[in-house]
C-alpha cells in the first residue's frame, strides 16, 4: 500500500506563486507515474499535471500550461507542482495521485493512490 501526502497550499495572491509537495511512501516510488488533480467549490475534480516514472515525459492541461511545472525527486519520494502566476480560477483543493505504471498517465480513474488534498486559495 502506499501512501501520499501533500502540502504547501495556502493563501496567495493573483499573480503570485506557491510549490507543491507530495510525498509518498515506498521503495517503488521510482516505477510511479504521478499526477496532480484539483477540486474548486461545486465542480468535478480535473486533471492539472502528469509525469512519468523517470521525468522525461510532462503533461498538461491547457489551463495551466506555461504557468505551472511538475517535476520529481526519486531520492526523496517526493514530487512537486510549481505553480506560477496564480489566478482566482486556480483556487481549489489540490490533490497527488500515484498510478502504478511507469508511462505518463492522465485519467484520474488510472490512479491508484490518493492523498487527502491541499488547498490553494488565490485572492483577487
Do not use: H
Not at 49 to 66: F, R
Not at 75 to 96: E, F, G, H, I, R
Request: glycine share 10%; proline share 1%; hydrophobic share 35%.
Amino acid at each position: 500500500q502506499v501512501q501520499v501526502a501533500e502540502s504547501g497550499g495556502g493563501l496567495v495572491q493573483a499573480g503570485g506563486s506557491l510549490r507543491l509537495s507530495c510525498v509518498a511512501s515506498g521503495r517503488t516510488f521510482g516505477n510511479y507515474a504521478m499526477g496532480w488533480f484539483r477540486q474548486a467549490p461545486g465542480k468535478e475534480r480535473e486533471f492539472v499535471a502528469a509525469i512519468n516514472y523517470n521525468s522525461i515525459v510532462t503533461y498538461y492541461a491547457d489551463s495551466v500550461k506555461g504557468r505551472f511545472t511538475i517535476s520529481r525527486d526519486n531520492a526523496k519520494n517526493t514530487v512537486y507542482l510549481q505553480m506560477n502566476s496564480l489566478k482566482y480560477q486556480d483556487t481549489a483543493v489540490y490533490y497527488c495521485a500515484a498510478a502504478r505504471r511507469s508511462f505518463i498517465v492522465t485519467i484520474m480513474t488510472d490512479y491508484d493512490y490518493w492523498g487527502l488534498g491541499t488547498q490553494v486559495t488565490v485572492s483577487s
